[in-house]
Nanobody, 127 residues
Framework: QVQLVESGGGLVQAGGSLRLSCVAS????????MGWFRQAPGKEREFVAA????????RYADSVKGRFTISRDNAKNTVYLQMNSLKPADTAVYYC????????????????????WGQGTQVTVSS
């Protein structure tokens, strides 16, 4: 089992930045592709970004390309999401997740591809 704990959320003005962290315990993350998802009030959870096991590949939702950067430090069992140029539309609870399959070569973006979820961290962007 993988346990994930997100942190780093908060209230920020539009145009500001936040860095989210996701620390894993229970198992090493080196075997897993990792993703960030978000869920705004009244909306379905959606894909934000994902990263391969060795940081060799990344994928982003079109809405965050050029503003958000996903990274990982396998030695620290931690995944990050650097969010710049934040917009009110980015307001949501952000979740990190681990792919349900280990050693995947394809970086997946669908929610049902991910099996382990954190509790989420709230990001609020004011206009």
């Amino acid at each position: 089992q993988v346990q994930l704990v997100e942190s780093g959320g908060g209230l920020v003005q539009a145009g500001g930045s936040l860095r989210l962290s996701c620390v894993a315990s229970g198992r090493t993350l080196v075997a897993y592709n990792m993703g960030w998802f978000r869920q705004a009030p009244g909306k379905e959870r959606e894909f934000v970004a994902a990263i391969g096991r060795s940081s060799g590949g990344t994928r982003y939702a079109d809405s965050v390309k050029g503003r958000f950067t996903i990274s990982r430090d396998n030695a620290k069992n931690t995944v990050y999401l650097q969010m710049n140029s934040l917009k009110p539309a980015d307001t949501a609870v952000y979740y990190c997740a681990a792919d349900r399959q280990t050693y995947m070569t394809v970086i997946r973006t669908t929610i049902n591809s991910y099996d382990y979820w954190g509790q989420g961290t709230q990001v609020t962007v004011s206009s």
